[in-house]
């Protein structure tokens, strides 16, 4: 059975600085792997998308890393802002189930401070 | 881009009452859509998967009878929380994939904040 979880569970940095957050997974069988930010009682946003082929995606100030191999994934945020201040999660997409499914960890609560 | 509404954002209802969340696919159309609740500081766990025309795929551990899902055209999905309880308060979001995506992107909706008194 697949299980993601997020490490740490939360984070506070002063403006500015670079920042990583972890995802672990159980198992690398995977379709792909997504980075989400939910910001308090919002839905979600997606940030980024890697596909199982791929080793990284990077979009403005985030860069997204997976080793496969290991069940790991990293989000690589530069200089943070507040405006950074969410929670983020990641989520894999299964091989071997017959539908779309996601399965979610449980998120990195950060704040910026400024 | 793809975009899921979901309404209401936010209900309030007496216990014993049912509720109905709509979620739609705005500019693309959805044969499946995804059914996710999130309870306070925790993660999304997957509720159902609906899909268009049949009878909606529940997780394990989920009522179906008492989260009746509706997917009745391509770009409609609803939620309806039956006699709810106060133990069924939480943020239900729904998802949709948008075939022009490729199979592998989901959008999310913003969600919708169920408190039952």
């Known amino acids: 059975k697949q299980e993601v979880t997020q490490i740490p569970a939360a984070l506070s940095v002063p403006e500015g600085e670079n920042l990583v957050l972890n995802c672990s997974f159980t198992?690398?069988?995977?379709?792909?792997l997504q980075w989400f930010r939910q910001d308090p009682g919002k839905g979600l946003t997606s940030l980024l998308l890697?596909?199982?082929?791929?080793r990284e995606q990077t979009s403005g100030r985030l860069n997204a890393s997976l080793d496969k191999s290991s069940g790991r994934s990293t989000l690589y945020i530069a200089a943070s802002q507040p405006g950074d201040s969410a929670t983020y999660l990641c989520?894999?997409?299964?091989?071997?189930?017959?539908?779309?499914?996601?399965?979610f960890g449980p998120g990195t609560s950060l704040s910026v401070i400024p | 881009g793809a975009v899921v509404s979901q309404h209401p954002s936010w209900v309030i209802c007496k216990s014993g009452t049912s509720v109905k969340i709509e979620c739609r696919s705005l500019?693309?159309?959805?044969?499946?859509m995804f059914w996710y609740r999130q309870f306070p500081k925790q993660s999304l766990m997957l509720m159902a998967t609906?899909?268009?025309?049949?009878?909606?795929?529940?997780e394990q551990g989920v009522e179906k009878d008492k989260f009746l899902i509706n997917h009745a055209s391509l770009t409609l999905s609803t939620l309806t929380v039956t006699s709810a309880h106060p133990e069924d308060s939480s943020f239900y979001i729904c998802?949709?994939?948008?075939?022009?995506?490729?199979?592998?992107?989901?959008?999310f909706g913003a969600g919708s904040r169920l408190t039952v008194l």
């Open positions: 998802s949709a994939r948008d075939p022009r995506r490729g199979a592998n992107v989901l959008t």
């Open positions: 198992d690398s069988a995977i379709y792909n």
């Open positions: 890697i596909q199982s082929s791929q």
């Open positions: 989520a894999v997409r299964p091989m071997g189930t017959s539908y779309d499914k996601v399965i």
């Open positions: 500019d693309f159309q959805a044969t499946t």
């Open positions: 609906s899909n268009e025309g049949s009878k909606a795929t529940y």
